[in-house]
């Protein structure tokens, strides 16, 4: 069973914001939304061998804990597991099979605590939706969160 506090996604400015009630306190979403949301949209910290976006490397820029990014709440895990997706790493990326696919094991990567929590994986689709837009769906048990990203074209 989930249980996180509920947010409101805005498409068009692309953030979230929890959700008050008409009592103004908190309200508890049951479903996996929040969860899969926040999973998707914090950063990763890209591993060593990632290429970063910005065409950065170990040779070219100075070495700094914000270069490779990184979701705060990491550093408190006690058993060393990150939170987040590595699609940020898709900033500069082209529309290519290769993006498509990078984008799809990256999900898996950030999702792959469902399968502890459910007993079942994630379902995850990627696809071109038009150009320069790579649309991607994930379904958890009877819920699903479709999102989109643009890349280069």
């Not at 700094?64 to 940020?88: H, Q, V």
């Not at 379904?139 to 999102?147: A, F, G, K, Q, Y």
Request: proline share 6%; net charge negative; glycine share 6%.
């Amino acid at each position: 069973m989930f249980c996180d506090l509920a947010i409101n996604y805005d498409p068009e400015a692309r953030r979230c914001d929890l959700t008050l009630g008409d009592d103004f306190d908190l309200v508890l979403d049951l479903t996996p939304i929040p969860a899969i949301i926040m999973s998707v949209g914090l950063d990763r910290r890209a591993d060593p061998d990632d290429p970063l976006p910005e065409g950065r490397s170990q040779f070219l820029a100075p070495s700094n804990f914000s270069e490779r990014r990184g979701a705060i709440g990491d550093a408190f895990d006690p058993n060393g597991e990150l939170t987040g997706s590595k699609l940020w790493l898709l900033d500069r990326a082209k529309q290519t099979e290769t993006t498509r696919l990078l984008c799809e094991a990256w999900l898996e990567e950030a999702l792959s605590w469902i399968e502890a929590e459910t007993g079942q994986p994630a379902e995850i689709e990627v696809e071109w939706v038009r150009a320069g837009v790579l649309g991607y769906r994930v379904m958890v048990e009877d819920t699903s969160v479709s999102l989109t990203r643009r890349v280069a074209d």
